[in-house]
């Protein structure tokens, strides 16, 4: 039996968000026992409201996927293909990718903005017209990029959630996608009218479709964050749950060992 003292929930809603909203800062800013101790204590005030509103994934509680898309990219032949996306912390979007076959690399980065401001502290002031993002290349004989967005709506992001994602607020955690052809354009705007006219969210997708103006790699210490900090403490609440329901809802698709980035490998 708990020893903690019950909270009214109402309370209990605005006090969590307040603190996850800090305590998500500083497990991003010092990775490491710093952050599995904050992490550890957003989950015990959790556990004492009885209210977890904006703490568990959006995937955690899916069992089956979204619709297939009605629309998607004609097969060519080609070997390689890449798309990029936002949609939310880029540490849980690569994890997600980076577990899914036929991806041969996730590279969490920044797009939206200039080369001469993409550096995480200074996206991170939301300023700069960057999105904390994800380079997906993929063979599209062994997945389609329809596909992946399936999969990116079901487990990786909250696509209803406008310029945030659970604790993390701001135009940096903007859902986007960021399309390098008219066809990826098509594709993905079809597809998100396809979800909005099934209702199959609680809210309109917000999801933003644009061109890709530029993508650039994050720092090293980014890359394959969830795999290589499977215990700190925002990577247990908000991302590993995505892992599971990507295994749940995507057996076929589900890679058990992660394609990680080469250490000082990204591109």
């Not at 949609?87 to 080369?115: I, L, M, P």
């Not at 709506?153 to 052809?181: K, L």
């Given at each position: 039996m708990s020893m903690l003292p019950k909270i009214a929930p109402s309370i209990a809603t605005s006090i969590a968000t307040s603190i996850a909203a800090s305590v998500a800062a500083s497990i991003r800013a010092v990775p490491g026992r710093a952050a599995v101790i904050a992490g550890a204590g957003l989950l015990v005030l959790a556990a004492a409201s009885g209210h977890l509103p904006g703490l568990r994934a959006h995937?955690?509680?899916?069992?089956?996927?979204?619709?297939?898309?009605?629309?998607?990219?004609?097969?060519?032949?080609a070997s390689r293909e890449t798309m990029v996306v936002a949609g939310g912390c880029f540490w849980g979007v690569q994890g997600v990718f980076q577990h899914v076959r036929g991806v041969a690399e996730a590279t969490a980065g920044y797009d939206g903005g200039k080369a001469s401001t993409a550096q995480y502290e200074t996206v991170s002031t939301g300023t700069t017209g960057h999105a904390e993002s994800v380079r997906v290349t993929f063979d599209p004989r062994l997945i389609s990029y329809g596909q992946l967005l399936r999969i990116f709506f079901t487990v990786a992001t909250d696509p209803t959630q406008v310029n945030a994602q659970y604790p993390d607020t701001g135009t940096q955690y903007r859902s986007e996608i960021f399309t390098n052809s008219p066809a990826q354009a098509r594709v993905a705007k079809a597809y998100i009218a396809q979800l909005d006219h099934a209702a199959v969210f609680r809210a309109p997708i917000a999801t933003i479709v644009g061109p890709n103006t530029g993508f650039y790699p994050a720092e090293d210490?980014?890359?394959?964050?969830?795999t290589l900090h499977p215990d700190s403490g925002y990577i247990a609440t908000f991302d590993l749950p995505k892992i599971t329901a990507l295994g749940r809802a995507f057996p076929a698709e589900y890679s058990a060992a992660p394609v990680l980035v080469p250490e000082g490998g990204k591109s």
């Amino acid at each position: 039996m708990s020893m903690l003292p019950k909270i009214a929930p109402s309370i209990a809603t605005s006090i969590a968000t307040s603190i996850a909203a800090s305590v998500a800062a500083s497990i991003r800013a010092v990775p490491g026992r710093a952050a599995v101790i904050a992490g550890a204590g957003l989950l015990v005030l959790a556990a004492a409201s009885g209210h977890l509103p904006g703490l568990r994934a959006h995937a955690a509680a899916l069992d089956k996927p979204l619709p297939p898309p009605a629309v998607d990219e004609r097969a060519s032949g080609a070997s390689r293909e890449t798309m990029v996306v936002a949609g939310g912390c880029f540490w849980g979007v690569q994890g997600v990718f980076q577990h899914v076959r036929g991806v041969a690399e996730a590279t969490a980065g920044y797009d939206g903005g200039k080369a001469s401001t993409a550096q995480y502290e200074t996206v991170s002031t939301g300023t700069t017209g960057h999105a904390e993002s994800v380079r997906v290349t993929f063979d599209p004989r062994l997945i389609s990029y329809g596909q992946l967005l399936r999969i990116f709506f079901t487990v990786a992001t909250d696509p209803t959630q406008v310029n945030a994602q659970y604790p993390d607020t701001g135009t940096q955690y903007r859902s986007e996608i960021f399309t390098n052809s008219p066809a990826q354009a098509r594709v993905a705007k079809a597809y998100i009218a396809q979800l909005d006219h099934a209702a199959v969210f609680r809210a309109p997708i917000a999801t933003i479709v644009g061109p890709n103006t530029g993508f650039y790699p994050a720092e090293d210490y980014h890359q394959n964050y969830l795999t290589l900090h499977p215990d700190s403490g925002y990577i247990a609440t908000f991302d590993l749950p995505k892992i599971t329901a990507l295994g749940r809802a995507f057996p076929a698709e589900y890679s058990a060992a992660p394609v990680l980035v080469p250490e000082g490998g990204k591109s």
